[in-house]
Each structure stands twice: as structure tokens, then as C-alpha cells.
């Protein structure tokens, strides 16, 4: 079966809009796609999705954490909270090893199929063999499209272990960062500058023998985060335990509260530096890209980087004469030096 | 005075290696200068000083830390035992605003000017009015000149509150943080991100009625320190007084043992890498510089950021387009389209 049919943008936009399920995974599918046809009208149905603003402003919230730290579990737990608020909730990964995606050993997917077939959820893995810039630019997309369905609760569960919190943040409102308890050993995995990302923290797995580490960890967190935000104001930082329910109330209570005081205003003002900022810095590598990879570019390059790796050419000398060449290029005289 | 009188590179070279420090300081301005045929002599002068490495390996420090910790205080102090110990000390200042410079108002310059009086000292102020990238870039190669000329510790004064930290911290062996005591307001002006950059850090006023508070800080910042490097070693956390001399002695031992366990190999092998970051990241900002400037692909950028800001295009078509432009520059048909 053809991803589209023979449906045009138009027509595939319309029954988004009207909550058309297959529709929806049906066009996350097709902005995933490289193929050209495919290509042309994805954008142009991103364009449309774009230009026809949803009524309601919906909150859209990252849940990132070290492998093992028990994010599906939770995500699983708080869509309760959620659903029950009278929310139209969708989850995206943006880790293709997440288990989402199927990366567990211990058969979770069946508990994601259950939130799946809730009349009021939509589950998407992220695709596999993608590169990671390239999943969170097709998270980002996915994210417009399920908006334009209805959904008023975006979560984009993302792993803390790489540069995608950095990329995921700019697309969200609001990043919850998830730890085990217990320092040292036990926040293995998570890298540093990802905890100054995060809006809220939450200890985990705060039940039977891990109760009191857990509490022990909270107030680490809260000492050490009171430092580094030394001059903003810190993340709270709290506890819950997915498996028995305990704290993840408290834990979607404290997001809620966070989204309100962000006036409208203020939210579509923040939304729209994200989609520019996210343009600049694409443009960026797409053009870096395009010129490192242009072989009167490249073999200049190679052999730059190689001098000074000799110590033969300082790197000042170097620049000078990749400008020249860069400004030869850009002025169409590219063959002729 | 012309820069280089009738100098050329080689011959400046001749004398910045016999230790003549007029001839440094012209050598430091000549690389400042933008003027053409200084530029060409300046990169003449780097690429014969990157091509004979100094017999002795220097080692590089950072000094960072906000405005009125002291940094200028504690390199005054910490210089004494660099000096005592035998070596030639060179002090570089990245910010323009830094005492260093003649930022301050109470006449600290009259102290640096004793250090600078030392025969085997060497104080530089940055270049005014320059862009903080670009200051980066002249103290990377002042940097190499002082090694040339036989300095063997190299100290970069830089003020921890913006980009310059990641940048300074590519072109040093060793970044040592300087902090005030007491939490909260008093470390106001260090950017987050900094911490985690330093190989040690030093609270700095550990006397008189800011003694027991500076005991306090030490011990907040050794725990917050031990969260934040879950993974790894976290850096020592000291006190001193520059103020009276104690704990500068062991601060300096400190960073000596810190350095004395990079091994030669180790060293050479982390500073051919900064080397090649800097000349790839500064390659990058340089051809998006070029680029964004170029008359065809400037309005066709500003006109896609006005559509995105107000929602009549999505992202990727926007990126879609903007590379259709660059392929069209690279090959030449730049005006064409």
C-alpha cells in the first residue's frame, strides 16, 4: 500500500484535522520518507499544518533519562493522570533504541500497545536507522502533524545520554529530566549539561528497598542544582514511583503548573525563537555540508587539516586560504584557482 | 613606529627566539593588526613558529572567574611561585574588560606593572574594541608566540561569564575556576556550563570575616561538583587568600601535579586535536559568514525567517529552498536562479 495513495496534501490534511488515526500515522510516515514524490508533498503539507495554527495551544513536554532509568514506565503511568484530565495525548520517541521503538528484552511494547489503543492516545516510535539530527527534525514535524489531530499533550520521550536533549529542548515546552536513586554509579549514562536543561526533576523508582536512597537522591539533586542555578531559579525536584503509582500525580501536577504561568503570549513568542533558531542552526550545517562536500572544497580541506596536524601550517594560514577559496566558489570561479 | 619597521618574518622570528621582548610585543601587535601587509607577515611569522616547536613544552592555564573574584589579585600572587620556581611566566587577558586591560578603577594596573617589570614575566592586555571570537583567536596565536620567545608557563585571564570559557578552554592544558565565598549571589556572573569545564576549582577571600563562609562554599561546591561528575573524576576544590598568600602555594602545587600527570604524549596528542577543532569550527563560522553575506542568498534568507516567524512556512520547506540556492551558488548559476 502506496504511504499516500493517491491522496494530496489537501486531502490528507483534511482528514488529519478531522482525527483520522491512519491518516495521521499515514503522513508521519510520509515526512519520514526520502523519496522525492513523497518529499513534495510533505512540505507541502507541513506548510499547511504550519499556516492553520490548532485552536488550542497544545503543551508539549520532553521526558529524557539514562537507559534503565524507567521512562516508558512512567510515560505509561502519567498518561493516566493525563487522560483522565480530559487530554488528547500524543508520544513520540526520539531514541530509535528507546522501548518505544522496541528496544526492550522484557516485552514492555505490550503495555505501550494498551496506552496505543486508548481512544484518546497516539503512540509513534521514532524511525529506525535515522541519524539523530535527522530523528529530531522528523520528531519536530511529527509533533506539528499530531497537533494539527487534536492532541493537546505532546510527550517526546528522548534518552539522556547524547547531544539530543540539546536539539530536543528547542522543541519543547517543558523538559523533565527522570534519575534513579542513589548518586554516583546509579546516574551513570547521564551526561552532564542536561541536568540544566530540565524544568522539573524526578527520582524514580522511589518504592520498597529504594524508598529511602530515593529521598537520600532527592536532596542531593536539590543541593546540587540550588549551585548551579545559582543565579535563576532551580528545578524542583521530586520523587514517584511508576510501578506503584505513588508521586506521579504530584509529578504531572507540578508540569501543569509550570505550563500555566507561561502566558499565552509568552508561549507563542518562545515557540516561534525555537522555529527560527532551529532554521538558523539547520541552515548552518546544511550549508557547511554542502560546501565540505564540494571536491574542490574537500581535498583543500583534507589536506589543511592534515598540515596542521604536522605542524606545518599554522591554522591562521589555513583559514586565510579556505576563505579565498570559499569567496572563488561563491562567485562562480570555483574552476578556475 | 611602524610594527615591523623594515622587519621581516624571519628576522622577527630570529629575535622573539634570542628573547628579545620588544620584539614579542611588535610580533603580538603585527598578528592584532588587519592591515594587509601586516596580515601577510603575521601569517608568515605563525606558520615558521608553528613549524619549530620550542624544545621545552609549556603548559597552558586558564584563570577564569567573575568579575571581582579576583582573578588579577590571585595572578599576581599565584606568579611568585611560578617565578620562584624557575620558570618564565607569560600573562595573557582575554577580556577587554579585565584589569589586565585597565578595566579597573583603583589602580591595579600599578601591581601588574611590577609583574610586568620582572625579567623572566611577560603581561599582555587584550586587544580592545575586538569581538570576543576574534579575541579568542589572538591570544591562541599570542599563545604561540611567547612559547616561542621561551615562556614556559602560559596563563590566559579570562572572565567567566560568556562564550569565551569553551573557547579558551581549547587552547590550555588546564582551566582553573576561580569562586568567591558564600552561595547563591556571590557566584552571580558565572555562566552554568563553566563548572564543568574546570580542572580545579579555587575559592578565592578565604580571610578575615569571609574565612569560615569560604570553608562553607568549598564544601557546598565539592558536593554539588561530585553530582555534576557522576561519571568522572570531579575537580579538586581549594581555598586561598590572594590577599595574603595562603593556600596560593598548594594551588599551584595542585594544578603542577595536575600537568605533571598529562603525559608528554598525552599532551601533544590533546593539543594537535584543539588545534584541528579550532580550525574546523572557526572554517564553519567562516563559510556561514560568507555565505550569509553573499547579496543573492541574504534577502532569500531574511525573506524565509519573516515566513517562519509568522507562520507561512514550515521549516523545511524554507531549508528545502535555501539549499536548492546553495547547490545553485556552488556550481556557478548563482545568478541564474
Known amino acids: 500500500m502506496a504511504i499516500t495513495d493517491t491522496l494530496s496534501h489537501m486531502e490528507l490534511y483534511d482528514k488529519i484535522r478531522l482525527g483520522d488515526r491512519i491518516a495521521l500515522s499515514r503522513a508521519i510516515t510520509l515526512v ?16 499547511t499544518c504550519m499556516r492553520n495554527t490548532p485552536e488550542q495551544t497544545s503543551m508539549r513536554v520532553a521526558v529524557s533519562g539514562a537507559p534503565g532509568v524507567g521512562k516508558s514506565t512512567f510515560i505509561e503511568s502519567v498518561s493516566s493522570h493525563i487522560l ?89 515546552d517543558l523538559l523533565l529530566l527522570l534519575i534513579s536513586p542513589g548518586g554516583g554509579d546509579e546516574v551513570q549514562g547521564i551526561k552532564r549539561g542536561i541536568l540544566e536543561l530540565a524544568d ?40 514517584c514511583s511508576s510501578l506503584e503509582g505513588s508521586g506521579v500525580s504530584a509529578a504531572w501536577q507540578a508540569l501543569s503548573t509550570l505550563f500555566e504561568n507561561m502566558s499565552a503570549h509568552d508561549l507563542a513568542d518562545i515557540r516561534s525563537q525555537q522555529e527560527q533558531t532551529w532554521f538558523k542552526e539547520r541552515l548552518r550545517q546544511l550549508v557547511v555540508e554542502r560546501f565540505i562536500t564540494h571536491h574542490r572544497f574537500l581535498s583543500e580541506y583534507d589536506k589543511k587539516l592534515a598540515q596542521i596536524a604536522q605542524r606545518e601550517l599554522s591554522v591562521r594560514t589555513a583559514l586565510a586560504e579556505m576563505t579565498a577559496l570559499t569567496d572563488a566558489l561563491l562567485s562562480g570561479r570555483g574552476e578556475q584557482i
Open 84 to 172: 483522565e484530565a480530559g487530554h488528547r495525548l500524543a508520544v513520540l520517541a526520539v531514541d530509535p533504541s528507546s522501548q518505544l521503538s522496541g528496544g526492550s528484552i522484557l516485552g514492555d511494547k505490550t503495555r505501550m500497545h494498551t496506552l496505543s489503543a486508548h481512544p484518546n492516545a497516539f503512540v509513534r516510535p521514532s524511525p529506525a536507522g535515522s541519524h539523530p539530527g535527522g530523528v529530531a527534525e522528523r520528531t519536530r514535524e511529527a509533533t506539528l502533524l499530531c497537533e494539527t489531530a487534536g492532541f493537546d499533550v505532546i510527550i517526546v520521550e528522548t534518552v539522556g545520554v547524547g547531544q539530543s536533549e540539546t536539539q530536543v529542548r528547542t522543541m519543547v
Open 200 to 239: 522539573l526533576v524526578v527520582v524514580n523508582k522511589a518504592d520498597g528497598a529504594l524508598a529511602s536512597q530515593a529521598r537520600e537522591t532527592m536532596g542531593q539533586y536539590t543541593h546540587a542544582l540550588r549551585v548551579l542555578f545559582s543565579q535563576g531559579q532551580a528545578p524542583d525536584v521530586l520523587s
Open 32 to 47: 519520514e520518507s526520502r523519496q522525492s514524490d513523497h518529499v513534495e508533498t510533505a512540505n507541502a503539507l507541513l506548510d
